[in-house]
């Protein structure tokens, strides 16, 4: 983090640094501190007179670079810095090897939130309560509404990862800078294991990265006063945000996200007549996300989707992916003529959305504004939640599914979110053993979506599914 600050301190060509008022640091997993924005500011010798630790969340940091041109927009700070990083890779590395790292302590009270913490008991025990098993669950709903067979959904995703990874490639930065084809992706391998149902290891986020960066925010006129020169400005323009329900099994259905179509929809009308990006970053922690987000932007099925190089290619430092990405789309859009980008942030299981538009020169048509939510727009759109009988026996159909896989390539068995033919929702498991059911899940050329078959309680208590002869 001190690395990044002191580079962004660089590339402006000022001291800025000494100035910063207002210091975010976006929430550590690899390591966390017992209070980072206190140690960064004493190694930086800096008193910002405002000091934040984030939340858990993917779009912190689209949230924080937001939230902090508001701050300088009303006034109420003159320099603001956003910083994270992550190092998993070598703490992962270390406790394989049996080492102690030799680094500042890890705060021993700290309460790093996850998926077990808050989701339902039965998806936990499951094992649908991790990111790479819940949004195989969107993944395979939204190929079944939009027509696709398995086969077809893989080819979009294999396409679109594919520029990911070659964005990646290109991008000094990244963690993995070698281009992968559609079909290295998306075809399992012993160096690419299936994860999921549909998802192999190289479609999904990597967070075993050592990586950092950080962003800097003044008003324009303290950039000009400091002599920043104007082709190196990028300005903020507007925002939209919005939030799901914490449990996916409280939402309405599994074929789009409501809160990401209205914060996506309320950036288009923000921009107007400009109609276009001309640089996007759409969260690329798996597939599903960025394919939907295309969908409700209108973009073009080969649309380059990243200007970073993606989750799982560039990298996935947890919480601070869009802090790069930001820092990327500044690069790309410095010095052109009238050009703007679409930073797109999502944290959770397709929970929390939040997107801000930078434009390479400031804004005529688009401002900055408080009244940013899009919730009510959002909520409104919700149809009946399904109410949940995990006690259920009887027959049953597949509203969404995955199958998961353990690290030898093996199935370890199936997950079928169900409803009744009363309208309950219910989760069950399909046994590995049950070729006839696992076969119709993993069927590439037809989606099981719809499909009947019977819940029984096994005799651990776990509702048991099995499809119908």
Known sequence: MEAALREADKDTGSSILSMIDSLDVIQEFSWPYADAPAQLSEILNIEPTRRVYGPVGGET?????????LRIWRGESEVAAVVGAEAQYAVTSAQKQGMDLAWSPRDPLAKLIRGTDYLHRVAVELGVASPASVYPFYENATQAAWGQTPEQGRHESGKLWEKCSSVAASNPYAWQQHAL????ITHPASSNRMVAWPYTVHMVANPQVNQGAAVLLTSAGKARQLGIPEEK?????CGAASNEPADYLDRDQYVK???QEAVLERILQQIGDLGRFDQLELYSCFPVVPKMARRTLALSADANVTCTGGLSFFGAPLNNYMTHAAAAMVRALRGQQKSIGLLYGQ???MTKHHAIVLGSQASTNSRLSDDYSVQELADARRDRVPELNMGYTGQASIESFTVIYRKDASISHGVVILQSP???RQLAKVNASDKLSIQAL???HSSPIGLTGRVSI??????IWEINP
Do not use: K, L, Q, R
């Not at 096994?458 to 509702?463: A, K, L, Q, R």
């Open 181 to 184: 084809t559609a079909e290295e």
């Open 347 to 349: 944290g959770g299981y």
């Open 257 to 259: 996200v409501h809160s």
């Open 458 to 463: 096994g005799p651990d208590e776990m509702p």
């Open 422 to 424: 009363s309208g309950t």
């Open 61 to 69: 940091p689209v949230y924080f670079i937001h939230e902090a041109a």
């Open 442 to 444: 993993t069927n590439i």
């Open 233 to 237: 400005m990028v300005h903020v323009w």
